[in-house]
């Protein structure tokens, strides 16, 4: 009886955290910081308004997922995969100037005597950065339409009319 008992209680447990588990992974998911999904017009579906690096990842994701229909080339394949970790490595690196930025400026914030200059010079480099990030995100877009062929992108463009992207 305890044994029967026992063996219950182990087999709810499982079933408890593989419940969980699944329902982590299905909220894990997205880009950028909200939960996005990709829609057919190269943006997302978010909580948020997606930035426009959740905008370039769709695109790559909708490529990917359509590779076959596309009939890339393994020199396009090989190219668009250098171009999708250059620029995740490329966001990841100026996220973390920014973080760095914004600790740098708060810690002159909780100073005696707030040096203004010193602070708006920060501030200033901090801005800079997003303006680097923002313009490193459109040159990818250009290199990864630049990536695919007229007769691709018009491909791409169709199969979102037809509401076929992306695949999984």
């Known amino acids: 009886m305890v044994k029967r008992s ?7 447990a499982l079933i408890a955290f593989l419940f969980s588990m ?3 992974h299905s909220f894990a998911g997205g880009y950028g910081k909200g939960s996005c ?3 057919c017009n190269g943006g997302s579906k978010c909580d948020a308004e997606p930035t426009l690096e959740d905008k370039f990842m769709c695109k790559v994701h909708m490529i990917y997922g359509n590779m076959d229909e596309l009939a890339l ?5 090989t190219a ?9 490595k490329d966001m990841v690196r100026k996220e973390a100037e920014i973080e760095i930025m914004a600790i740098d400026i708060k810690s002159k914030l909780w100073e005696d005597k707030i040096d203004t200059k010193t602070v708006n ?3 200033d480099k901090k801005y800079e950065i997003k303006k680097e990030k923002t313009k490193n995100t459109v040159k990818a877009m250009a290199d990864l339409d630049a990536i695919l062929t007229a007769e691709q992108n018009a491909k ?3 199969m979102c ?8």
Do not use: R, S, Y
């Open 37 to 39: 999904q990709c829609d």
């Open 161 to 168: 009319k037809k509401g076929n992207c992306p695949k999984k």
């Open 73 to 77: 080339t393994a020199e396009q394949q």
């Open 80 to 88: 668009l995969k250098d171009l999708k970790i250059g620029f995740k």
């Open 22 to 24: 699944t329902t982590v």
């Open 6 to 12: 026992m063996n219950k209680m182990v087999f709810l």
């Open 121 to 123: 010079e920060l501030v």
């Open 156 to 158: 791409i463009k169709d």
